[in-house]
């Protein structure tokens, strides 16, 4: 079973900048499986934040990150990074990444109930 595995969390200052790293654990490629960020906060609903397609690396934010974050691909690495620049208190919380398996159109979903794997998260917490 796809196990995922993220890093690169911290604790930044607001307006700073994060590179999250999404990997797989054991000998799966991660190119095959479109890939999902998200965010968990205590007591809220666990949040989309960003996507990228296994067929044509299509990409899709939500509105709060859209000119801030940027995902992107590195299949030599076999990993999928989540940028973060001008980070803001309100993005404070654990990220994690997820995958599923597409067909050969891009879902463009970031809906976490249609994931099938996923990480332990990584906290991200930004403050002064």
């Known amino acids: 079973q796809l196990q995922l595995v993220e890093s690169g969390g911290g604790l930044v200052q607001p307006g700073g900048s994060l590179r999250l790293s999404c990997a797989p654990a054991?000998?799966?490629?991660?190119?095959?499986?479109?890939i999902g960020w998200f965010r968990q906060v205590p007591g809220k609903e666990r949040e989309g934040v960003s996507y990228?397609?296994?067929?044509?690396?299509?990409?899709y934010y939500t509105d709060s990150v859209k000119g801030r974050f940027t995902i992107s691909r590195e299949d030599a690495k076999n990993t999928v990074y989540l940028q973060m620049n001008s980070l803001k208190p309100e993005d404070t919380a654990v990220y994690l990444c997820?995958?599923?398996?597409?067909?050969?159109?891009?879902?463009?979903?970031?809906?976490?109930?249609?994931?099938?794997?996923w990480g332990q998260g990584t906290q991200v917490t930004v403050s002064s």
């Open positions: 990228i397609s296994s067929v044509d690396s299509s990409t």
């Open positions: 054991g000998g799966f490629t991660l190119g095959d499986y479109a």
């Open positions: 997820a995958a599923l398996s597409e067909g050969i159109v891009p879902t463009m979903t970031l809906n976490p109930y249609e994931y099938d794997y």
